[in-house]
């Protein structure tokens, strides 16, 4: 069903109420890259683009809550380069997207361990929360360094 609105973009109806809360995995844009021939990193990058369509889309239908789980623990085992690709991305995309989405009335929040990352890293997680945090619209929350794992033994 959710697949279903972001392709077709339909008018919803009260047969088919906007939930308030969806969560998304993302998974598999290193596979997709790698598929074309291209490098991981691009499939990265691929994928956040994605990201930016979904979530303008689920603002437009009056979606609430919006969850993206796109680092997990495990996600440090990959090889630096990648990883460091990553992370550069994110620190883009805060630069890039964070005077929309203050426009937009997005406030993002970032959830998981922030052990791990660079001071770098922490500093942009710092900087999108803190500039976005009026945002009523829609609440982005970005999952980074989680652990299903460590979730479910810390509740």
């Not at 972001?6 to 047969?15: D, G, N, T």
């Not at 929360?129 to 945002?135: D, V, W």
Request: proline fraction near 4%.
């Amino acid at each position: 069903m959710l697949f279903d609105l972001f392709r077709k973009k339909k008018k919803l109806s009260p047969e088919r109420p906007v939930p308030t809360h969806i969560a998304i995995v993302m998974d598999g844009n290193g596979r997709w890259a790698k598929k074309r021939g291209l490098p991981r990193q691009a499939g990265h990058k691929v994928g956040a683009e994605a990201f930016r369509t979904i979530a303008n889309y689920a603002k437009s239908i009056g979606l609430k809550y919006l969850t993206v789980y796109a680092f997990s623990t495990e996600n440090w085992k990959r090889p630096e380069e990648e990883v460091n690709a990553i992370m550069e991305l994110f620190c883009k995309s805060v630069i890039n997207e964070s005077p929309e989405l203050q426009k937009q009335g997005v406030r993002v929040q970032v959830m998981g361990d922030r052990a791990g990352f660079s001071e770098k890293v922490l500093s942009y997680i710092e900087r999108i929360e803190s500039e976005t945090a009026a945002g009523e619209r829609l609440t982005l929350i970005l999952a980074f360094n989680y652990s299903s794992r460590s979730e479910l033994m810390a509740a």
